[in-house]
């Protein structure tokens, strides 16, 4: 069993004092393409995976790059900028994706607990037509807020399970300024820390 790393306690705690700003819940992803080219966008953090101390919940589409990318290549960086703390968790890890097909019942179960959280408007916003298609004109959006169930997931939606393996930890407040490297070690599920210099 993974104990809690230092470095999720220090995230709960810059989360908690940059709770007044809704962006420092907005942390960039980056994926590679199929072609091996860095691909990197904005997404919101959506808490801890319950029963476990380190998985990041993040909700996506089926249909949006992302999910294509990590068919091929599971691995994802994490970059998240605490603007009141002045800290950055950069979050190298392998990145799950919890479709409406999967069949583990518990992962089903994380997905469908997630969707309840949704507001409408997110909700409906997974029945829209396919992501980055030019747009039809005539396209009113009414089509998307009749097609969501608000207890059952729309087949669009998905939850990413991002599963760090290391973290690379920069605080700018200190003088000198603090860095360190967490890694997991597969093998107990311990994490090594290592200080270095900023
Ligand atoms: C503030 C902000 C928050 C966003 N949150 C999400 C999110 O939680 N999930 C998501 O899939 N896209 C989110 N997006 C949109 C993505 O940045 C991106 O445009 C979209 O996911 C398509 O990316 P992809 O096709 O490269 O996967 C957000 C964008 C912004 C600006």
């Given at each position: 069993m993974e104990t809690s790393p230092e470095w999720i306690n220090l995230l709960a705690k810059a989360l908690k004092r940059n709770r007044k700003l809704p962006y420092a819940r907005y942390l960039q992803l980056a994926t590679v393409t199929e072609e091996g080219k860095p691909s990197c966008r904005t997404v919101v953090y959506r808490g801890i995976l319950e029963g476990s101390p380190t998985k990041l919940k993040v909700i996506t589409d089926v249909r949006s790059e992302k999910i294509k990318h990590l068919k091929k290549n599971k691995w994802v960086e994490a970059c998240w900028y605490m603007p009141?703390?002045?800290?950055?968790?950069?979050?190298?890890?392998?990145a799950q994706s919890v479709l409406a097909s999967d069949e583990d019942e518990k992962m089903q179960d994380h997905r469908f607990q997630q969707w309840k959280q949704l507001s409408d408007a997110a909700r409906s916003s997974f029945?829209?037509?396919?992501?980055?298609?030019?747009?039809?004109?005539?396209?009113?959006?009414k089509e998307a807020i009749e097609g969501v169930d608000p207890s059952v997931p729309h087949e669009n939606f998905v939850l990413l399970i991002i599963d760090p393996k290391c973290v690379d930890y920069l605080n700018l407040r200190p003088n000198p300024q603090l860095r360190a490297y967490y890694t997991l070690v597969e093998e107990n599920g311990s994490w090594n820390c290592t200080e270095v210099y900023a």
């Open positions: 009141e703390t002045r800290e950055q968790f950069r979050i190298q890890g392998l029945a829209d037509p396919h992501p980055g298609i030019p747009k039809d004109p005539d396209w009113t959006g």
